[in-house]
């Protein structure tokens, strides 16, 4: 018998904002969770957007680069790393991406 070998594509996690100690904070939560039998996950930072997501105006510049990092991923799915979701239907137009408030809020739809 031949052993198959499955190879899966990563999860992309993006942290829009460019804050490298917030990505490297998700990092150290994902290798909590990790397992090698499964698809990989990844961190990532743009390398522009804005310091920090307070304001509409900080969403707007972050979206840019967020969808361009998006785009250029081949994964499985993305996940924003941020509670404002900011480009989220936007970036769904290159893959899928999941955002972390409407994650939340269904969540909570389903608890009633």
Do not use: W
Request: glycine share 8%; proline share 8%.
């Amino acid at each position: 018998m031949t052993k198959t070998t499955v190879t899966f594509l990563p999860i992309v996690i993006v942290n829009p904002i460019r804050a490298v100690a917030v990505t490297a904070a998700i990092e150290a939560a994902r290798r909590t969770v990790a397992h090698p039998r499964r698809a990989p996950v990844v961190c990532q930072t743009p390398g522009e957007g804005p310091p920090a997501i307070e304001d509409q105006s900080d969403v707007e510049r972050a979206i840019k680069s967020l969808c361009r990092s998006i785009g250029a991923q081949d994964a499985a799915v993305c996940i924003i790393a941020s509670f404002a979701d900011p480009g989220l239907y936007l970036a769904r137009i290159a893959t899928p991406v999941l955002g972390g408030a409407e994650c939340g809020i269904l969540m909570a739809l389903t608890l009633g």
